[in-house]
């Protein structure tokens, strides 16, 4: 039996991971309901996995924020103190994370090795790049993207499936949080 492996998503609706100008964490659109989900998303036993460029983003905005700031919400500390699996082949040990580890090499096939291997699901929250190469490799079982009510337009940065093969999703669960956030996740296949 394989682990299941989740591409974790936050969304624009114009399909940006981010924006800039004056647009703030969440795109300002976060409520309590969202924090409290996503606690719970981050509460089970599971392996994260993410690229050496997420891994630094995260190292980064963690290391440069305060107790008081969103980017210490309750389930990013959650997801920061789950074992961590970055496939990198620029990082080296011991990383700025309480258990991590860096394993070299081609995502698709750390990640099919991990699939295999692991007693927890497999979860990862951005890293793009990675991700739509192992969307393309068939390895995501889950793509769970949650959708935040704007259109960034010219200031909209990291297009989440820019590149990426087509796929055909099946809609396995949706919900709406505070009355505007959209979390929908599929089960995607190859189109």
Do not use: C
């Not at 964490?25 to 309590?32: D, E, F, I, V």
């Not at 690229?51 to 997801?79: I, K, Q």
């Not at 699996?85 to 990082?91: A, E, I, N, Y």
């Amino acid at each position: 039996m394989t682990a299941t492996y989740t591409f974790d998503v936050f969304m624009s609706l114009d399909g940006f991971g981010a924006a800039g100008g004056d647009w703030t964490g969440y795109w300002g659109k976060q409520g309590p309901e969202l924090l409290e989900h996503r606690l719970g998303l981050y509460e089970a036993e599971q392996r994260m996995v993410l690229g050496a460029n997420t891994y630094r983003l995260f190292a980064r905005m963690l290391a440069e924020s305060t107790e008081d700031s969103d980017v210490r919400d309750p389930w990013v500390t959650r997801m920061r103190n789950l074992p961590l699996t970055v496939v990198s082949t620029t990082l080296a040990e011991p990383l700025d994370w309480p258990d991590a580890a860096v394993v070299g090499g081609d995502a698709v096939e750390v990640v099919a090795r991990l699939k295999e291997e692991s007693d927890v699901p497999l979860r990862s929250h951005g890293s793009l790049s990675m991700n739509r190469a192992l969307l393309a490799a068939g390895l995501v079982d889950r793509l769970q993207v949650t959708l935040f009510p704007v259109v960034t337009g010219r200031t909209g940065l990291d297009p989440i499936f820019a590149g990426a093969e087509g796929f055909d999703l099946e809609l396995l669960e949706s919900r709406t949080l505070d009355g505007r956030i959209q979390e929908l996740v599929y089960r995607p296949t190859l189109h």
